[in-house]
């Protein structure tokens, strides 16, 4: 990422120098989170063991039967997404936003049934890109009836990408979503701390094992009893094993990845994304 970044900085000197003046705080933590990130250990594969039936326990854990009407819903909806993706000349999936991935199959699912399940008032997400699970949260809020969206997102230096940002979610639903452009390090203390209470989390912007503690501690202590979090690509750090360590008292589930291609980065060429449930009686301790 910091070499693509130089090179477009390298090719495009005027319009970097303008984003460097106009913010500067912003490009410094970012440079200071990827070299931290740089820094961290390699994750071993088995560090992590998917749960097979996570769907499954997931809707029992909420109360819920299972097949619930929301995972027909998003059946539903999936395909048409997809397909006004490539409609607009979009390369879903895998690496499809400069080095990152769109949120897949599995992992947008498990935020669709959570969002419907729960019924959020504030939902606060990191990281955007094409904006796909954004737009099946705000759908499911739509739907819901009530909810807002929190999007903080820290765009790329180069102006391609930086056109693609929420293309999936194009001029719905302006009334439900916040898109706050900028770090997570700087703009999520200001958020939780002006909402008070969230309902639901979800992590999918540098996945860094520092930046993965840095934001679920934070939406943890803003997080309602009976709350989730979900964080995306859990295989790429230690973050979410060590969150779970020390919050052993409430439930979690490793789950599989869905992507609509094989992602050649990963261990099991899928990836994964763990959930965590605050329990509705969560002791003072643990809040």
Not at 77 to 82: A, N, Q, R, S, T
Not at 205 to 224: G, K, M, Y
Not at 248 to 263: F, V
């Amino acid at each position: 990422m910091l070499q693509s970044a130089l090179r477009y900085c390298l090719n495009h000197p005027v319009r970097a120098a303008y984003t460097l003046a106009s913010e500067p705080l912003e490009v410094l933590t970012a440079f200071q989170e990827r070299l931290v990130a740089s820094r961290e250990r390699p994750v071993p594969p088995d560090l992590y063991q998917a749960d097979d039936n996570w769907e499954c326990r997931m809707h029992e854990l909420l109360g819920v039967p299972q097949p619930c009407s929301a995972t027909r819903e998003f059946w539903a909806l999936w395909p048409e997404v997809m397909r006004e993706l490539r409609d607009k000349g979009i390369r879903v999936g895998p690496q499809s936003f400069k080095g990152w991935n769109d949120g897949d199959a599995g992992l947008v699912r498990a935020i669709w049934c959570l969002t419907r399940h729960l019924r959020p008032s504030n939902v606060v997400e990191t990281g955007v890109a094409h904006g796909v699970s954004s737009r099946f949260i705000l759908e499911a809020l739509e739907r819901n009836g009530v909810g807002h969206l929190w999007s903080v997102d820290h765009p790329p230096l180069e102006h391609v990408w930086r056109e693609q940002i929420g293309i999936a979610v194009g001029g719905r639903y302006s009334t439900r979503w916040s898109y706050i452009r900028g770090s997570s390090k700087r703009r999520l203390p200001t958020i939780f701390s002006q909402l008070g209470q969230i309902d639901l989390f979800v992590h999918d912007s540098l996945h860094s094992e520092h930046n993965v503690r840095f934001e679920i501690d934070r939406a943890w202590a803003s997080l309602r009893p009976g709350g989730a979090i979900v964080v995306d690509d859990i295989d790429a750090n230690r973050g979410f094993k060590s969150f779970v360590e020390t919050h052993s008292a409430h439930q979690s589930l490793i789950c599989e990845a869905e992507p609509l291609r094989p992602d050649l980065r990963r261990f099991n060429k899928k990836g994964l994304f763990g959930i965590i449930l605050k329990e509705p009686t969560a002791p003072r301790s643990e809040n």
